[in-house]
């Protein structure tokens, strides 16, 4: 698995690439929070790469909306393939997320 991280003006944007399941869920949940430790962190995830996720993955992408919440702040998701799209609806968290077209749209909204 790798994990593509980008800072694009003050916007922290993580890119993982494949299945976001086992070992690289853990990964991919030490990196986002390691960005959520930054004072006012803005934090894009692209999901276009990602064909499924496991339990710790959307553990991981809750932990950080909450998280970020607690902060007046938001987790945005973009390019979100339908797979995951289905099981954020499926479960009944997809509310708690803001979804983007785009990583540009999604970096645009923080101004």
């Keep these: ?14 890119s993982p690439i ?4 086992d070992e690289d869920a853990e990964q991919f949940r030490k990196m986002l929070l390691d960005v959520l430790q930054k004072p006012n962190p803005r934090v894009v995830v692209s ?8 339990s710790v993955a959307l553990s991981s992408l809750l932990d950080a909306s909450d998280e970020l919440s607690d902060r ?5 998701l973009t390019d979100m393939p339908t797979t ?5 609806e499926l479960t009944g968290i ?7 077209e785009t990583v540009e749209d999604a970096v ?3 101004l």
């Design 1 to 14: 698995m790798k994990i593509e991280h980008q800072t694009l003006g003050t916007v922290d944007v993580l």
């Design 84 to 88: 995951c799209r289905e099981a954020l």
């Design 108 to 110: 645009k909204s923080f």
């Design 94 to 100: 997809a509310s708690r997320f803001r979804f983007f």
């Design 47 to 54: 999901l276009q790469e990602v064909a499924y996720f496991d």
């Design 72 to 76: 007046a702040m938001s987790l945005k």
């Design 18 to 21: 494949g299945a976001l399941v």
